[in-house]
């Protein structure tokens, strides 16, 4: 892995002066306020934190090392015949900040064979779980599971210079992201194929051997890519991705770290957004009778839906101004090859009717679908039906923009984070003083 781990170190000692130099000479410059209204709800909005990886824009969508998607997806290296980019060339951009050649992209995928191979009691501590539990449940534990080898845990107890923390991260971090795709297929096969397990073929990419032990036919193998690449990363202050820095941020290695964004991206309000959608989709399928409704009739249903005081799923977003283009590369891909998909229709008449009636209805800032208007469609189509399992594909994409995140938050030397709490009678105060200025 000389190449990517040679050309991440020179970017490394590149960067660091820019941090030091943020810190030394200019810690007192403002860079933002905080309202009350931040403070209780969430700190949302809120600029405290710190990444290159990606950056949420509020017109262009998430943009990956300063690529859009479209240009992510346009200029990253394809396997032979695939539509959709390797998975293993997102990470190298992501770790970088440049688009890999082929030769590259190649050697990142052949470390990912090596690194693939489970040790026998992750998958031990996997079937010791009961059948009814939760995949989330389990994928977490089996991370947590590998913890005993990490490479980071091992040379910082030995000791070793802050400057080279970033080092066994990295190991770590190429160690875990080969081994997911083999922990996630291998709970599927044990929650939902009687155990029936498919091995892995190391002559694959990572999203082409996920498809195949997934046991599922072309052309899954760039589904899998495009739901990697498209989940990977979202800035840093959502719940998965600010778990996994503030994790890390105790200098608790990558499988500790990764665990614990895996455990923030179960909840409801985070990662399991795409299967409700597909469950309300559904349930619209069924209100009609199982038909495709007309334009007028689906306008209807939506006017319908929003006056009984409801919304509609997968429309708007907390940040974007524009429809969503992770939405729009499922967009296109489905067009391609679910047309016929009697869901799919749905979400297609979904995307014309919708906007405009959230514009004349007036209360939404982004009357837009956003990324999980459809994710969980295209899964069902191709066989993946499981709802709870969804969330576990969302995982397995997540961790690639975590662990970058992580690499890099080590060679930069971030610090442990603490922000300051403050009492409710402390806000109450607070706001008298801003009444009486006001008087």
């Excluded at 170190?9 to 209204?37: F, M, Q």
């Excluded at 007028?296 to 283009?325: C, S």
């Excluded at 489905?334 to 959230?358: G, Q, T």
Aim: net charge neutral; proline share 6%; charged share 25%.
């Amino acid at each position: 892995m000389a190449t990517l781990k040679e050309k991440l170190y020179k970017k490394i000692e590149e960067h660091r002066p820019r941090t030091e130099n943020l810190v030394k000479n200019n810690s007192d410059v403002v860079v933002d306020k905080i309202t009350i209204g931040q403070v209780i709800g969430g700190m949302r909005g809120v600029k405290s934190l710190v990444t290159d990886i990606s950056y949420l824009d509020p017109d262009e969508g998430i943009r990956y090392r300063g690529y859009t998607l479209p240009e992510v997806f346009k200029k990253l290296p394809k396997p032979k015949g695939a539509e959709m980019p390797y998975v293993e060339g997102l990470f190298y951009l992501l770790l970088t900040g440049d688009i890999p050649s082929e030769t590259e992209v190649g050697e990142v995928a052949d470390e990912f064979a090596k690194r693939r191979i489970l040790p026998r009691y992750v998958y031990e501590v996997i079937d010791s779980f009961p059948c009814c539990s939760h995949p989330m449940t389990i994928f977490s534990s089996a991370i947590m599971t590998l913890q005993r080898e990490s490479f980071f845990t091992k040379k910082y107890e030995a000791g070793m210079p802050k400057s080279e923390y970033w080092d066994p991260t990295f190991e770590d971090a190429m160690n875990l992201l080969a081994k997911l795709p083999e922990i996630g297929t291998y709970i599927y096969a044990k929650l939902y194929r009687d155990g029936e397990r498919i091995q892995s073929n190391p002559s694959l990419d990572m999203g082409g051997n996920f498809a195949h032990m997934m046991g599922i036919d072309k052309p899954y193998d760039d589904v899998s890519r495009l739901h990697f690449i498209i989940h990977a990363d979202h800035e840093s202050g959502n719940v998965s991705a600010h778990t996994g820095h503030l994790v890390a941020s105790s200098l608790s290695d990558v499988y500790l770290s990764i665990a614990s964004m895996i455990n923030g991206l179960a909840g409801p309000l985070h990662g399991r957004a795409n299967q409700e959608v597909l469950k309300w989709l559904q349930g619209v399928y069924d209100k009609m009778g199982g038909k495709i409704p007309t334009e007028e009739e689906m306008r209807q249903f939506v006017w319908d839906t929003l006056n009984a005081g409801h919304v509609i799923p997968g429309y708007g977003h907390a940040v974007l101004r524009k429809t969503d283009p992770r939405y729009m590369i499922q967009r296109e891909f489905s067009l391609k090859h679910l047309n016929n998909d009697a869901l799919f229709k749905y979400v297609d008449l979904l995307y014309r009717v919708v906007p405009p009636i959230l514009k004349q209805q007036g209360k939404a800032k982004n009357p837009w679908p956003n990324l999980d208007a459809q994710t969980g469609v295209i899964q069902w189509h191709y066989g993946v039906t499981e709802y709870d399992f969804y969330t576990v594909l969302f995982g397995i994409g997540r961790a690639i923009g975590i662990t970058a995140n992580i690499v890099w938050d080590r060679a930069l030397g971030y610090p442990l984070e603490r922000p300051k709490s403050v009492t409710t009678e402390m806000l109450e105060q607070i706001a008298q003083k801003s009444e009486k200025k006001k008087q």
